[in-house]
Every structure is written in structure tokens, then in C-alpha cells.
């Protein structure tokens, strides 16, 4: 995917003055540092000290470094899986080539590598991911369990094969701070895994082309920071992965210097990517995971450096895991809102490990969980980890500006989310909030006014993911459509108008007028009304209401304005089969071995159609993750709304049976 010359006007226009500024010094900067390449300063004496505490590894769970174990293993045999593609080539990669495609990465100065041309690069997120190192953590903590000098090995041999084909700033690696601060964080705890092994020191400190590749990575983030309308979580992850790697491999002259900077941009870009109930402002749920592990490993190299953090970090760090404790379902699954690559900060575990019940065990371990947190039963390899480096939050002295939820919380006002809850485990998700984050709100979906709806854990009413970013403009458009979601698509279009892949032009306004969770007794009624303005001469408002006693939910969209073109638009989880029969779609699915089934009463003033596996154009698809789609059931009814007449309401009555 190329960028035209409209897409470049409309990006500029969602830039400040300051923005517009700051790239332009980039500009200069990157044009002289094709030719003005300075050499890492020589380095004498230097020694790794952030170690793991004595007795650490010793509290990883038996089943959880089993776990990693077997995923080691496979690693070593070249096994791997990475957005929905299967490679068998990792024992001995090619950086550059996109095992997708079949296309190998050009060579050359990096900042003119065409990284978003997939015709002449291949898919970017393919060729990234690998480089991120978190394959090699994996590896590292393998060996740190088992002292299997066969997985340290491997790791060395990765690492200088990836350095000799990297030098700096050559190529498609050296593009994305994104990737190089993720990067830096991995090679810290590679090194700190591998302390036992003989080989670290001269892998690492002892090896003046790991030298040079530390310094320039830090050198890059340092010049070349995400700015403005682009400070969501890339800045994060640029200003973690600088931070540590100033914490653990302070060994330069600049260190200093970077650490402090890198700890400011952290303390500012959390508290401002960060509403104050503790959700992320990009209301894309696997950035909240992604910037929470990311903060979570920057403390743990602070408090193993001995270097003060602000109180501020800590306490959105707290409010981030307060908010993911309440917002899970009973399977400790969180909503599925916006976009979700999966991106992860840390990866030391196996393949079945649970993230979410990772990051709460983590917030158990450092925070203290409160009576109303989901217990969690699973267990991993990181948690203890990270617990033995990071002073727990009550003994930092530190206490907390606000009182922490003392229940559980189920609307967030400033985050415009909402979550009803009923019987059987019923779990309602509720959308009213902003359309993303900053003026290009980059990972924002049109989705405003959606429900996704839960019974024990499985997709009922499903948010249908992600699927892509690059390549694939058609699916990248569908799956961030107002029809890829629950909500009600007036005359064909979306919400709110996007202007490119990662940018919207103009955003939908929502707001909620009433979020009553109060009712969670037997008998009462949970309650959530709300309206935007996407459809600019018309308002569209939904009512939810959820009976706690019986489980039945009730879904009321009214069209207030002329007479329109309407779609209302349900999309069913994967696991569902549906009947559709005039405007009633018995569902039917089972769960741990045993039939369950609910009706979906749909309104009667439009016509209706189930729709499964489409792809031209798309409809009915279901992305469990990066790169990897199913078909799933969509119902769609067609018709119109007249805001004067009674053709302006629809009604929609989902009964759980069992």
C-alpha cells in the first residue's frame, strides 16, 4: 500500500503547528545522517548488574515452565507461528524476507525503504515481528530454567547473525521506534536471562558490534521520537525500551542523558495516553495490555537500577490494572474494541499462557488485587519475574492521589464504555466513548454505539476484530467499518470518515446519557442510553437494557431525523449457528460439552439476511487475531428510518435459554 498525494494533505491537516515543526527537523536530520554516521564511543570496563534476584527462578510454577519448555523447544526445531502464518525456518531466519509473500526487503538507507509498499517490501508486520527479539526472551528464560546451554547457544547465534545483517541504520529494521524500543527491552532481558551462561558477557558487554547496536538504537530513539498526532502507544514503547536499556547497559556517556529523557516522555505519555478511570485513550484493548506490560517492565529496570520513577507511574500503572480487572468477563477475556495486532511488551512464556490472567497476577503481585478482582487460576513465567524486580506498591511510599474502586467498577465515563452484567454470565460491552485517540485516532474503528455480548465466556453479539493493517486495503477498511460492528450503518457509509489505513478525518461524537449498572440485583434492570452525531443531519440513539433476573436484553435504536437508508447490522461469534426464519435467528452452540441456544427477536420493519464467509465485498468474518480470519454468521436487515414516523425505532430482544 502506497501513499498518495491526498492521503499526505489529509495527514498534514490533522498536524499542529509544533508537529509540523518537529517532522520537518526530522527531515533535516534524517537527510544528514545518511552521510554522518558516528561511531559508538569506546567503552572500557563495563558490567552487567541488573540481575535477577537470588531464589527467582525458583518461584516459576512447575506447569508454566513446562509450558515454556515445550515452546523452546519448537523454537529450536525452526517451529513458529506469527499472524496466522506458520514458518518452519527459524532455526537459521532471513531478516528480510516476508515468509507471506515471498518477498525479500530491499536494501538501503532505512529511511527510504518503502515499508508500506507491500508489492515492493512484502507484509511489514511479518518481517518486523521476528526482530522484535521476543522469540529469543522465550529462549533466554528456557535456558535460565533449565541451564540447557543448547537454547543460550541459539539465542547467541541469532543475535549476531541479526547484528552482521543490520548494521545501523541499513534497511527495514531501522525504520519503526516501535520496534526499535521493543527490541532494546528484549535484548535486556536477554542478557539478564542468560547471566548464568559463560558466553553472556562476551555476547553483550565484551562485544563491540552488540556496543555499537545498543548505542544507535538508543542514539535513533533519542533523535527521532514519536510526535504529536502519532505519541499513542509507539511512544510508549520508544520511551520504555530507551529507559531500560539506559538502566540496564548504562555504559555510554549519553546514558544519563537518555535515561532522564526517556523517564520524562514515560511519565508524560502514560499519564497522557491514560484516562484518569484507567483505560487506554486509545480505546483499542490490546494497546491497554501492550502499554501496561510496557510500564510494568520499565519500573522493573528502575527498582533493579535503583533509579527513582515519579509516584505518577506507578499510580496509572495501578488505575491500568484496577480498570482490566473490571472490565473482563467471567473467562478474563476483556473487550474486543478497536484495533489488536497482537502486540505484546515482554514475552518470556509458552504458547497457551494467558495474557490477561498474566497481567493480573502481575497486579496482584506488585499492586495488592482488591475483593472484587476475578480470581486467577492460571499460571506464568513472567509474573514472578517481574515481582522479584519491582518493589511491591505499598512499600514505595508512594500512596495513591485517589481512593482505588472498592466495587467493582461497570461504566467508565470518560472512556464512554460501559459493561452490563446478568445471570449465566452474561456480559454486555457497551460503546459510547470518543472515536480513538488525537485527531488521527489511528487505531479507532467506527463503531460508536456497538454492543458485544457474552454467555460464559463465548462471542454471542461479536466485535469482529482486526485481521490486517497493511496490504489489504479492502479487509483493512471492512474490519474497521460501522458494518463490521453491532451498531445501525445509515445510507451505505460510516460514522466517521476515514482519510487512510491509521487516520480518520472526521470523527463521530458520542456521548452517554445514561449508564445505570446500579441494578445488578436479582430483579433489576442494568440500563445504558447514548447517541452520536456521525450521520451529521441525524442522531443515532441506542438504548440497552439488560434484565438481571432473567438475562433478557433489549436493544433499542432510534433514528432521529429525515427518512434514511438503514442497515442494522449483528455480527455472531465463530462458535454460533444460527437459524434465521423471517426476523427471528435461534442460536445454538455448545460450551464445555454441553448445548446451549438463545433467540434473537430482530425488528420487523426491515428485511432480513444472514450473510457467512463473503469476500466480495467482505462480510461475515471473524479475526481471533493478527492475520487470521474465519467465517462467521452476520445478520443484516435492511430498510429505512423516518425520525417522524414510527419507521425511526427498532427493537431487538436477545433470551439466553440455557
Known amino acids: 500500500m502506497t501513499m498518495s498525494a491526498g492521503w499526505y494533505l489529509r495527514r498534514l491537516s490533522r498536524m499542529g503547528p509544533q508537529e509540523i515543526a518537529g517532522r520537518a527537523g526530522d527531515a ?28 527467582t527462578l525458583a518461584a516459576v510454577p512447575p506447569d508454566a515452565a513446562k509450558r515454556l519448555i515445550a515452546e523452546a523447544d519448537r523454537l529450536m526445531y525452526g517451529h513458529a507461528e506469527y499472524f496466522g502464518v506458520v514458518r518452519d525456518d527459524l532455526a537459521d531466519p532471513d531478516w528480510w ?13 532505512a529511511f527510504n525503504v518503502p515499508y508500506r509498499n507491500e508489492d515492493a517490501v512484502g507484509d511489514i508486520k511479518q518481517i518486523w515481528e521476528l526482530s522484535r527479539h521476543q522469540y529469543l526472551t522465550v529462549l533466554a528464560a528456557a535456558y535460565a530454567i533449565s541451564g540447557d546451554e543448547r537454547y543460550a547457544e541459539r539465542v547467541a547465534a541469532h543475535l549476531r547473525s541479526w547484528w552482521a545483517a543490520n548494521p545501523p541504520l541499513r534497511g527495514v529494521h531501522w525504520i519503526s521506534g516501535i520496534e526499535l524500543g521493543i527490541r532494546l527491552l528484549s535484548w535486556v532481558w536477554i542478557r539478564r536471562l542468560l547471566d548464568g551462561w559463560p558466553g553472556a558477557a562476551g555476547l ?20 527521532f521520537p514519536s510526535r504529536g498526532s502519532s505519541a499513542n502507544n509507539h511512544v510508549i514503547a520508544e520511551a520504555a525500551g530507551q529507559f531500560a536499556a539506559a538502566c540496564a547497559f548504562g555504559w555510554f ?4 542523558r537518555w535515561r532522564a529523557g526517556a523517564l520524562r516522555s514515560l511519565e508524560r505519555h502514560l499519564r497522557h495516553n491514560t484516562f484518569d478511570s484507567g483505560l487506554n485513550r486509545e480505546l483499542a484493548t490490546e494497546y491497554h495490555g501492550l502499554v501496561l506490560e510496557l510500564g510494568l517492565a520499565a519500573v522493573a529496570e528502575a527498582d533493579a537500577a535503583r533509579v ?19 472490565v473482563v468477563d467471567s473467562h478474563l477475556r476483556p473487550p474486543r474494541q478497536g484495533d489488536a495486532d497482537d502486540g505484546h511488551g515482554l514475552v518470556v512464556d509458552g504458547t497457551g499462557t494467558d495474557r490477561w490472567a498474566s497481567l493480573l497476577a502481575t497486579g496482584d503481585a506488585v499492586f495488592g488485587r482488591l475483593d472484587w478482582w476475578p480470581e486467577v487460576t ?3 513465567v513472567r509474573t514472578p519475574l517481574l515481582a522479584a524486580l519491582i ?19 461497570g461504566h467508565f465515563a470518560d472512556a464512554g464504555l460501559t459493561v452490563l452484567r446478568g445471570p449465566g454470565e452474561i456480559w454486555c460491552r457497551c460503546d459510547g466513548g470518543p472515536h480513538g485517540f488525537l485527531s488521527i485516532a489511528a487505531h ?5 454505539l456497538s454492543v458485544e455480548v457474552r454467555h460464559d465466556g463465548v462471542d454471542v453479539l461479536a466485535d469482529p476484530g482486526t485481521f490486517c493493517y497493511h496490504g489489504q486495503p479492502e479487509w483493512r477498511q471492512y474490519f474497521r467499518s460501522t458494518l463490521g460492528h453491532n451498531t445501525l450503518q445509515m445510507d451505505g457509509g460510516d460514522q466517521s470518515v476515514s482519510g487512510g489505513p491509521f487516520l480518520w478525518a472526521r470523527h463521530a461524537r458520542s456521548r452517554v446519557l445514561t449508564a445505570d449498572t446500579s441494578d445488578a440485583s436479582a430483579g433489576g434492570t442494568a440500563r445504558w442510553c447514548a447517541e452520536h452525531d456521525g450521520y451529521q443531519r441525524s442522531v443515532h440513539r441506542r438504548r440497552v437494557e439488560l434484565a438481571t433476573a432473567s438475562g433478557e436484553l433489549t436493544v433499542v435504536d432510534e433514528v432521529r431525523g429525515p427518512r434514511r437508508d438503514v442497515r442494522l447490522v449483528f455480527h455472531l461469534g465463530p462458535a454460533i449457528a444460527a437459524e434465521l426464519v423471517g426476523n427471528r435467528a435461534v442460536l445454538t452452540w455448545t460450551r464445555d460439552g454441553e448445548g446451549r441456544s438463545a433467540v434473537l427477536d430482530l425488528p420487523g420493519q426491515l428485511s432480513w439476511r444472514a450473510h457467512r464467509g463473503e469476500s466480495d465485498p467482505p462480510l461475515g468474518w471473524y479475526s481471533a487475531g493478527f492475520g487470521r480470519k474465519e467465517p462467521a454468521t452476520t445478520l443484516v436487515g435492511t430498510g429505512f428510518a423516518d425520525g417522524t414516523a414510527p419507521s425511526g425505532e427498532f427493537t431487538t430482544v436477545l433470551r439466553f435459554h440455557g
Not at 97 to 109: H, I, V
Open 28 to 55: 533535516v536530520r534524517r537527510r544528514r545522517w545518511r552521510s554522518a554516521r558516528p561511531d559508538c564511543p569506546n567503552v572500557t570496563g563495563a558490567r552487567f548488574t541488573a540481575v535477577l534476584p537470588a531464589g
Open 97 to 109: 524476507r516476508d515468509p507471506k509473500t515471498g518477498r525479500r526487503a530491499p536494501w538501503g538507507y
Open 204 to 223: 553483550f558487554e565484551g562485544n563491540p558490534v552488540a556496543m555499537n547496536q545498543i548505542w544507535h538504537h538508543q542514539r535513533w530513539l533519542a533523535a
Open 253 to 256: 556517556p549519553s546514558s544519563a
Open 308 to 326: 527513582p520513577v515519579p509516584a505518577s507511574v506507578r499510580l496509572v500503572l495501578l488505575r491500568m490494572t484496577d480498570a482490566l480487572a473490571a
Open 378 to 380: 492460571g499460571t506464568d
Open 391 to 409: 518493589r511491591p506498591y505499598a512499600a514505595v511510599g508512594a500512596a495513591p492521589a485517589v481512593a482505588r474502586p472498592p466495587s467493582r467498577p
Open 444 to 448: 479507532a474503528h467506527a463503531d460508536a
